[in-house]
Structures are given as C-alpha cells and as structure tokens.
C-alpha cells in the first residue's frame, strides 16, 4: 500500500472517528452521566450509570451511528466502483435505477410479504425484506449492464435512459403499492421512501458489516484494475486484467451493498455520486486512492448528515434521505453543466 494512501486513510479515519464521538453527544437527550464516563460503565461495575443513559447511548445512539458508519461507506464504494466499470461519472446505483429497483422489491415484501411468505421456505421468513431489495438490485444492475452495453462498450446515453426507465417503473409500481396498503405497511413505506436510520439495530449491524467485509474483500483492491480499465477494455486485457471477472464482480457485489441499505434504510440517495466526485476533484480518476478513501468519507457524509437530521428540527427528525438529495443534487447539476459537451 503506497505511503500516500496510508496518510490519506489515517487522516481520514482520524476525522471519522472524532465526528463519529461528536455525534455521541448530540442529541434532544441529556445525559445524567458524562458520556465517556458511560462508555466507562462498560468495561467496570464500578461505575453506576442510570438504565436510561445506558439506553439512549448503547440501544439508540451508537448503533445508530454504526450502521451511518456502514452505510456510507457501502453507499460511496458502490457508486466509486460503478463510475470506474463504466467509466462515467454520472454512474451512480440511485441515477440509473438500482436503488429504485432494490426500493420497488422491499416495498412489494412490505405489502404483498404475507402471500410471498406461503411461497418460499419458513427459514427464509425473516429475511424477506433483506432478500427482496438484493433480488430487485441485482436485477435492475443486470438489466441496465445489459441494455447499454454492446460489443463490450457501455453506451453512457443509453445507461442514463435505462435507468430514467427504470426509476419511473419503480416509482409507479411502489406508488400503486401505496394505494393497496394499509394504514401500518404505508407507515413503513414511507420509511423506504424518504430513508432513516432509525431502526438501527446491533444485529442490523452484524448484517452490514458481513456484506460489506464480504463485498469489500473482493472490490476494495481493484483500483489499478479500475484505472487500466480507465483506457479501454481492449488495453485492459492487453494488460492482463480480467475484465470481465471484475465486470461481474462489481455487478453482484454493488446489488448485494445497495440491496442490502435499502433494506435496512430505505432510500438515501446521492452518497455514491458525491464521494466520487469530491475523491476525483483532489486525486484526479486515480482509483486505487478513490476506492479505499471513498469507504471512510461515505461514512463520514452519513454520519454529519445523520447527526444534523436527528437535531436540526429536534424533538423532530428530518429524513436523512431528505439531507443527502439536498447535498448531492447541486453536486449533481455541476457534474452535467462539466459533462455537457461529452453527454450531449
């Protein structure tokens, strides 16, 4: 790993993690016990701390705070990966209509999960939801791939179009999903739709971290494949890189993350075009830095944006998918006014 890359992360994970303790204190609650004098608590009986305190800070607040840490970084890895194979910025999993497809899936087991569950084994049960929004991924990923690729070239057109297809489709059928459902699955299809971190759990977490330590294991190296591929397939090959491997890697592995976040989050969109976008800003398309720094600074986006939506209407919350489409649309128009020539 180059000296460059090893500062890089340290810096940024430095930043992460006195964000991440910021957050801690944040909140409409006030703690009785000083927090790190909790954090304290768990490691010695000697320290007696209020169940409340003891609640709000390990039920509520850290595993809230993990699973932004989870997300945003899954988030920013998948969009980093997809720009890199079809060589675009503007290829993101929420623009050409994966997270859609992964949102129309979790919404179909919201409302129809009681006919779906006669039909597939009992032991499948609990991950219905989970199972639902990676099949709805994958599928639209595959879809998408499909379309606009011919002859082993990506049309960038073609990409955008699919997937503005594919979004109305998602948006149309969870729309007349919301017209069938009832008062409590419309509650919960809300949640999908404006996206929250709310329900984090310590076992949601176990989840993601398995995805993503899986998922990475496979994707986080392929920088250098990515900046060969940068120059063409035909020269990629030329280079001994396997880019068709690599190819169906990034497919599987980005519909398994952002299925899995939208399961567990709904939609949070615009993390995996603002990372990128940044990341290539300061280190130009050199992706073996933009890959491994993407996974820390997509933490570091959810976790700030998490923060100010649980406290910048307090008692209230504002949706965090709310925050990231205010953040990343603007990064979004600026990416089109400095593609326009190429787009059009």
Not at 109 to 120: A, D, F, P, Q, Y
Not at 213 to 232: D, E, P, Q, R, V
Not at 250 to 261: C, D, K, P, S, Y
Not at 262 to 291: C, D, E, H, M
Request: glycine fraction near 8%.
């Amino acid at each position: 790993m180059p000296n460059k890359l090893i500062s890089y992360l340290f810096l940024s994970l430095l930043l992460l993690l006195v964000l991440a303790t910021l957050s801690l204190f944040v909140g409409v609650y006030d703690f009785e016990t000083g927090v790190f004098t909790i954090l304290k608590s768990f490691f010695t009986d000697a320290i007696i701390v209020s169940e409340a305190d003891q609640y709000i800070l390990f039920d509520l607040r850290l595993p809230r705070i993990v699973m932004a840490i989870l997300i945003g970084s899954m988030l920013a890895v998948s969009g980093t990966c997809m720009q890199g194979m079809f060589k675009n910025p503007l290829a993101t999993p929420d623009l050409i209509g994966i997270t859609s497809g992964a949102t129309m899936f979790a919404a179909t087991s919201i409302v129809l999960g009681s006919i779906l569950k006669t039909i597939i084994p009992e032991s499948l049960h609990f991950y219905l939801l989970s199972l639902m929004a990676f099949l709805g991924s994958l599928l639209t990923m595959m879809i998408v791939y499909r379309i606009a690729t011919v002859n082993g070239k990506t049309n960038v057109v073609m990409m955008l179009l699919t997937g503005v297809a594919i979004t109305a489709i998602g948006f149309a059928f969870t729309g007349f999903l919301i017209y069938l459902s009832k008062e409590e699955q419309l509650r919960d299809l809300t949640f999908w739709n404006l996206g929250s971190l709310a329900g984090a759990t310590w076992m949601k977490n176990g989840l993601l971290f398995g995805v993503m330590f899986l998922s990475y294991f496979f994707l986080i190296g392929k920088g250098k494949s990515l900046n060969a591929m940068m120059l063409g397939e035909t020269d990629a090959k030329h280079l001994g890189v396997p880019v068709e491997k690599i190819k169906k890697q990034i497919v599987l592995f980005t519909a398994l993350m952002v299925g899995t976040t939208v399961a567990f989050s709904g939609t949070i969109g615009f993390v995996g075009l603002v990372i990128p976008y940044i990341l290539r800003l300061l280190f130009k398309s050199n992706y073996q830095l933009i890959l491994p720094l993407a996974a820390v600074f997509g933490s570091i986006l959810l976790v700030g944006a998490d923060t100010l939506s649980r406290t910048i209407v307090a008692p209230s919350e504002i949706p965090i998918g709310i925050l990231t489409a205010i953040l990343g649309a603007p990064v979004f128009i600026l990416i089109l006014i400095k593609n326009k020539k190429s787009i059009t």
